[in-house]
């Protein structure tokens, strides 16, 4: 075997390597979940419907209470981690609070719902309720 | 002398490549089998939820008189469901009432979630967990 043939044997085998730890890296790093059906998107929306017809919603998010928030939330929502996001119209993060449990990798769905304001003052947000496995 | 030390060379080098090839893919394989099943598992679970949904709907005395069935057979599964009713009054919540079949799995490997809204204004917390 000469120089050059050794070289070429190398360079393959350091490609294939590299293919390999690459492929694996990308795989092994896509949440699964996440790109799963997201078959708990009704029930979210549900959950933020019903907090905000019941007037708890809206007072939570306006006036930043996360021990109420996250006490309503632990109990509708099933043992997994939540996290709950509130972005102003131009999509700037006013708050986010996230339980203990939650995973942001293992992200299983997500629900946006819009909230016009509180208490007769115009004063509109966005908020994403995620849940992770 | 010095082509015997190359040989060495890539051989060895080929082996460990070799190596690392064998263990991604195994990696790989077992992430992949392990996710299909925890995705056949949750499907389980979701067409239980969506069962006993169907069964009761959204009307309230539908499910306070509703009783969680044990024998759910489906591919000798064993199932866990619970469904809790919950009211918001005065800004409190409150737990109306729970029914479970009386099935506990510590280890789940699929479960489903749903959150019903029911015609008097309750909600129902339905849970499935599937082993």
């Given at each position: 075997m000469n120089k050059k043939g050794i070289t070429i044997v190398y360079d393959v085998i350091f490609a294939f390597l590299i293919l390999f730890i690459g492929v694996s890296i990308i795989v092994l790093c896509i949440p699964y979940y996440s790109i799963e059906s997201n078959r708990e998107f009704q029930s979210l929306d549900n959950i933020l419907i019903w907090l905000d017809s019941n007037r708890i919603l809206a007072s939570c998010i306006y006036s930043k209470d996360i021990s109420k928030i996250s006490y309503f939330l632990d109990n509708l929502l099933p043992n997994n981690g939540y996290c709950i996001k509130v972005y102003s119209l131009d999509w700037n993060l006013i708050w986010s609070y996230s339980s203990p449990l939650f995973n942001e990798k293992n992200t299983i769905s997500s629900h946006p719902y819009f909230l016009s304001g509180y208490q007769g003052i115009p004063n509109p947000c966005i908020v994403i309720l995620i849940i992770s496995r | 002398m010095d082509q015997a030390l190359e040989m060495a060379i890539v051989m060895s080098i080929f082996i460990i490549a070799f190596s690392i090839v064998i263990f991604t893919t195994s990696v790989l394989c077992s992430y992949y089998i392990n996710t299909q099943f925890h995705s056949i598992k949750d499907s389980i679970a979701s067409i239980i939820a969506s069962i006993i949904l169907i069964q009761n709907g959204i009307s309230y005395n539908s499910w306070e008189s509703w009783t969680p069935l044990i024998?759910?057979?489906?591919?000798?599964n064993t199932y866990h469901i619970n469904v809790t009713c919950f009211s918001i009054k005065n800004g409190e919540l409150l737990l109306l009432w729970n029914k479970t079949n009386g099935i506990e799995i510590n280890d789940d490997m699929g479960s489903s979630y749903r959150f019903i809204i029911l015609d008097n204004g309750n909600a129902i917390k339905l849970e499935v967990r599937v082993r």
């Amino acid at each position: 075997m000469n120089k050059k043939g050794i070289t070429i044997v190398y360079d393959v085998i350091f490609a294939f390597l590299i293919l390999f730890i690459g492929v694996s890296i990308i795989v092994l790093c896509i949440p699964y979940y996440s790109i799963e059906s997201n078959r708990e998107f009704q029930s979210l929306d549900n959950i933020l419907i019903w907090l905000d017809s019941n007037r708890i919603l809206a007072s939570c998010i306006y006036s930043k209470d996360i021990s109420k928030i996250s006490y309503f939330l632990d109990n509708l929502l099933p043992n997994n981690g939540y996290c709950i996001k509130v972005y102003s119209l131009d999509w700037n993060l006013i708050w986010s609070y996230s339980s203990p449990l939650f995973n942001e990798k293992n992200t299983i769905s997500s629900h946006p719902y819009f909230l016009s304001g509180y208490q007769g003052i115009p004063n509109p947000c966005i908020v994403i309720l995620i849940i992770s496995r | 002398m010095d082509q015997a030390l190359e040989m060495a060379i890539v051989m060895s080098i080929f082996i460990i490549a070799f190596s690392i090839v064998i263990f991604t893919t195994s990696v790989l394989c077992s992430y992949y089998i392990n996710t299909q099943f925890h995705s056949i598992k949750d499907s389980i679970a979701s067409i239980i939820a969506s069962i006993i949904l169907i069964q009761n709907g959204i009307s309230y005395n539908s499910w306070e008189s509703w009783t969680p069935l044990i024998n759910y057979s489906l591919s000798g599964n064993t199932y866990h469901i619970n469904v809790t009713c919950f009211s918001i009054k005065n800004g409190e919540l409150l737990l109306l009432w729970n029914k479970t079949n009386g099935i506990e799995i510590n280890d789940d490997m699929g479960s489903s979630y749903r959150f019903i809204i029911l015609d008097n204004g309750n909600a129902i917390k339905l849970e499935v967990r599937v082993r």
